[in-house]
């Protein structure tokens, strides 16, 4: 049984010794996806594009959020000296509106998380270039970027990716 221990010990100390030179050789690079996410002027221009189109809508919304209110306050105020006929169509008209609201709201946010969708997916693809143009260029052997739980200060290369991004940027 003790010897079957001593094999597994050597057998472990030779492939660890044996791996090492090509372990030197080995050329690891780290992205912290996040903080690219984060700083790439790419993003910062997608979400100013995203609310230059959704702008109009939004507004569009918040009218009709206050053109509501102000019928729920005359409501209020006006119900009792209204007709029973005036209150019940006033009262059809506000819950029509709202359901109407409701509607545009959604419909918004649906439209809206589609095209951040469709602008995110654009960029996830410019940082990949990027990332592949860095690791061909300074010779990479391997460049991680999700699922690492730290990574020394040496192999981190996502200042350079972000530089790299903002470049990028400033051609278009």
């Known amino acids: 049984m003790k010897q ?36 790439a002027p790419q993003v910062d221009s997608a979400n100013r594009r995203l609310e230059r189109e ?30 029973e006929s005036q209150a019940r169509r006033l009262s059809r008209d506000i819950r029509e509106k709202k359901r109407d609201l409701k509607r545009k709201q959604e419909e918004f946010r649906e439209d809206y998380n589609i095209r951040r969708n469709e602008e995110l997916d654009k960029i996830q693809k410019i940082i990949i270039l990027v990332i592949q143009d860095l690791a061909k260029a300074d010779r990479y052997d391997l460049i991680f970027t999700e699922g690492v739980v730290w990574a020394n200060k040496r192999v981190d290369i996502t200042d350079k990716v972000l530089k790299r991004l903002r470049k990028k940027s400033r051609r278009k």
């Open 4 to 39: 079957r221990h001593y094999l597994y010990l050597i057998v472990g100390l030779l492939c660890s010794v044996l791996s090492y030179p090509v372990a030197a050789e080995l050329k690891i690079g780290f992205v912290n996806a996040l903080k690219v996410m984060d700083k």
């Open 54 to 83: 959704f702008a109009p809508r939004q507004r569009r919304i918040v009218s009709a959020k206050q053109e509501i209110k102000k019928l729920e306050e005359r409501f209020g105020k006006d119900a009792a000296i209204m007709t």
